[in-house]
């Protein structure tokens, strides 16, 4: 089992770029969200969805864009990258029914 | 607003040491609490999943448990390795739709 892949792990964007970070799982989760991991500052949820076709905002989600088209896949789009958005971004996905969140291993992003 | 607080954040002990990990939360209707392990540069390993009706669970050498009146859970490691140095996480949904508020982690290391 894959779990939950992030695609790519490292990506350097200018100031002013949009990009795409891809998420997938093939747990059959309903449950997918974006965090982003900042020095100082722990994990901070982005977006959030309960199933294909259903996205909310989460606590920092000014410039960035979700949509789940599917059930296996949750991409984070940058509309336009600023320096203020370098970070780890991790995506997690859980069943319904108070299950554990997996994680993938975290794509680390540097917008100069 | 949910707040998870872990202190402290970093904690250094010796080969053998049984260790407890404290966390708390300010909001005592919660659905589960997680705890993970992160490892330098990598995601997020899931340890422990507790619901909200248990007061502890356990995985060979790790025990968590919650207390959910005081806010409080605990994550004792026992008989500590040097392999066991990492940070360690611990997270509390609130919604029971895996919307994670993290702690910011205690960074363990353990000293051959």
């Known amino acids: 089992n894959a779990g939950v892949t992030q695609t790519p792990k490292f990506q350097v964007l200018k100031t002013g770029q949009s990009m795409t970070l891809q998420c997938a799982q093939d747990m059959n989760h309903e449950y997918m969200s974006w965090y982003r991991q900042d020095p100082g500052m722990g994990l901070r949820l982005i977006h959030y969805?309960?199933?294909?076709?259903?996205?909310d905002q989460g606590e920092v989600p000014n410039g960035y864009n979700v949509s789940r088209s599917t059930t296996e896949d949750f991409p984070l789009r940058l509309l336009s990258a600023a320096p203020s958005q370098t970070s780890v971004y991790f995506c997690?996905?859980?069943?319904?029914?108070?299950?554990?969140?997996?994680f993938g291993q975290g794509t680390r992003l540097t917008v100069v | 607003k949910q707040e998870v607080t872990q202190i402290p954040a970093a904690l250094s002990v010796p080969e053998g040491e049984n260790l407890v990990l404290n966390c708390s939360f300010t909001?005592?209707?919660?659905?589960?609490l997680q705890w993970f392990r992160q490892d330098p540069g990598k995601g997020l390993t899931s340890l422990l999943l507790i619901q909200s009706s248990q007061r502890e669970q356990t995985s060979g050498r790790l025990n968590a448990s919650l207390d959910k009146s005081s806010g409080r859970s605990t994550l004792y490691i026992a008989a500590s390795q040097p392999g066991d140095s990492a940070t360690y996480l611990c997270a509390v949904d609130t919604g029971a739709n895996s919307k994670l508020t993290f702690g910011k982690g205690i960074t363990l290391s353990v000293r051959p």
């Open positions: 997690a996905s859980a069943g319904t029914g108070n299950t554990e969140a997996f």
């Open positions: 909001d005592s209707a919660i659905y589960n």
């Open positions: 969805s309960v199933g294909a076709g259903i996205t």
